[in-house]
């Protein structure tokens, strides 16, 4: 069995998508098992950033007018719109628990860098807005971290066993 960080290459059918949508520090099979597992729990989601494009060619296609070549989506990961995260603050949580995961911490540091390529920046920034977000802090903190803390629980603990 390969160890779980190895680093991916291209020309895998199964890995090439997420290779070429991803900055390069998440090009292991480490961070593919994170992401492919928050998307499956309904954290992110793969998302075209040129949907609008995409939507107005195949309207003027519809209508008979020459669009020209029809567009490549532009993929992007962002918070899944159904999903547990609703706030900033709380993908910014899920990235500092994801850098701590995925090993690429510096030193006791979170490495925000690929998150913010992923995500936009500032995400560090916003981090402390869950205790800002109601009345009683420590309510609000608990209420927005719990569903991350335990989709990082139960993948700890499916990595463990393995």
Not at 60 to 79: M, T, V, Y
């Amino acid at each position: 069995m390969k160890p779980q960080n190895d680093i991916l290459e291209p020309g895998c059918p199964e890995t090439d998508f997420f290779y070429y949508n991803m900055p390069a520090t998440f090009r292991t099979r480490k961070a593919l098992e994170l992401f492919t597992a928050a998307e499956r729990a309904g954290l992110l989601c793969w998302a075209a950033t040129n949907q609008s494009t995409i939507d107005n060619w195949h309207l003027l296609e519809e209508s008979g007018l020459d669009a020209g070549p029809e567009p490549e989506p532009d993929f992007r990961i962002q918070p899944a719109q159904a999903g547990p995260i609703k706030i900033r603050a709380q993908l910014a949580y899920w990235c500092k628990l994801a850098s701590s995961y995925l090993g690429i911490d510096r030193g006791a540091t979170t490495n925000w860098k690929p998150f913010e390529i992923l995500f936009g920046k500032g995400l560090k920034g916003t981090l402390h807005d869950i205790r800002y977000t109601a009345q009683d802090p420590d309510d609000a903190r608990q209420e927005y971290t719990r569903p991350i803390d335990e989709f990082f629980a139960t993948l700890n603990t499916s990595t463990n066993e393995q």
